[in-house]
């Protein structure tokens, strides 16, 4: 659950306590409303208190499920124009996190911008680049961001043109939206 709702932005919102409980009020408050409406019409309280009780269960769940693939999508949809801003900055001499600066500052609020200003963040505060790119793709937790951090893990350790990989890495992400679009 505590997963799920990271994946949703919504865990500094609500702890997973919160939302269990309030699942279950969604619960209890479904049943006792299918119950009484039920009643009304002359149908058995106790068969509608147990499905508006299943659907106050899953209704929240449905919910959160949908966000996190909202969130997804649009870092899917965002990313290779992100990588292109990053790409330019780094080609024409910023460090990765100058680049990353400049990237964010010109990016639209959403999750991804909120991500990397997570990791630049972290770099200011202290961490190492490595944590911090570790970190970052904990927070995204998407296919295309671990293949983007591991890459730039590997270009550090082995002192490869950040350039590259980061064009690269654009042009395999670019091709990927294309693909689903397709």
Same mark, same amino acid.
């Given at each position: 659950?505590?997963?799920?709702l990271? =994946?949703a932005?919504?865990? /500094?919102a609500?702890? !997973?306590e919160?939302?269990?409980?309030?699942?279950? @009020?969604?619960?209890?408050l479904a049943?006792a409303?299918?119950s009484?409406?039920m009643?009304?019409?002359?149908?058995s !309280?106790?068969v509608a208190a147990?499905v508006g009780?299943?659907?106050?269960?899953?209704?929240p769940?449905? &919910?959160? /499920?949908? &966000?996190?693939q909202r969130?997804?999508?649009?870092?899917q949809?965002e990313? !290779?124009?992100?990588?292109?801003?990053l790409?330019?900055?780094?080609e024409?001499?910023?460090?990765?996190?100058?680049?990353? &600066?400049?990237a964010?500052?010109k @990016?639209q #609020?959403? !999750?991804? /911008?909120r991500? +990397?200003e997570r +990791?630049?963040?972290e770099l /200011?505060?202290? =961490?190492s680049r490595? #944590?911090?790119l570790?970190s970052l #793709?904990e927070?995204v937790?998407?296919p295309?961001?671990t293949s983007?951090?591991g890459a730039l893990?590997q270009?550090e350790?082995?002192?490869a043109r950040?350039?590259d990989?980061?064009?690269a890495?654009?042009t395999?992400r670019?091709n990927?939206?294309?693909?689903r679009?397709?």
């Amino acid at each position: 659950t505590a997963q799920r709702l990271q =994946r949703a932005e919504l865990s /500094r919102a609500v702890t !997973p306590e919160q939302w269990v409980g309030g699942r279950l @009020a969604w619960a209890t408050l479904a049943a006792a409303g299918a119950s009484a409406s039920m009643s009304l019409l002359a149908c058995s !309280p106790l068969v509608a208190a147990c499905v508006g009780g299943a659907l106050g269960l899953l209704v929240p769940q449905v &919910a959160l /499920r949908d &966000a996190i693939q909202r969130r997804e999508l649009r870092i899917q949809r965002e990313l !290779p124009t992100y990588l292109d801003v990053l790409t330019l900055a780094v080609e024409s001499g910023c460090s990765l996190v100058a680049a990353g &600066a400049i990237a964010t500052d010109k @990016a639209q #609020d959403g !999750p991804l /911008r909120r991500a +990397f200003e997570r +990791f630049l963040a972290e770099l /200011r505060g202290g =961490r190492s680049r490595a #944590d911090a790119l570790q970190s970052l #793709d904990e927070w995204v937790a998407l296919p295309a961001m671990t293949s983007l951090v591991g890459a730039l893990l590997q270009a550090e350790r082995t002192g490869a043109r950040l350039g590259d990989v980061l064009r690269a890495q654009s042009t395999q992400r670019t091709n990927e939206r294309f693909a689903r679009a397709e």
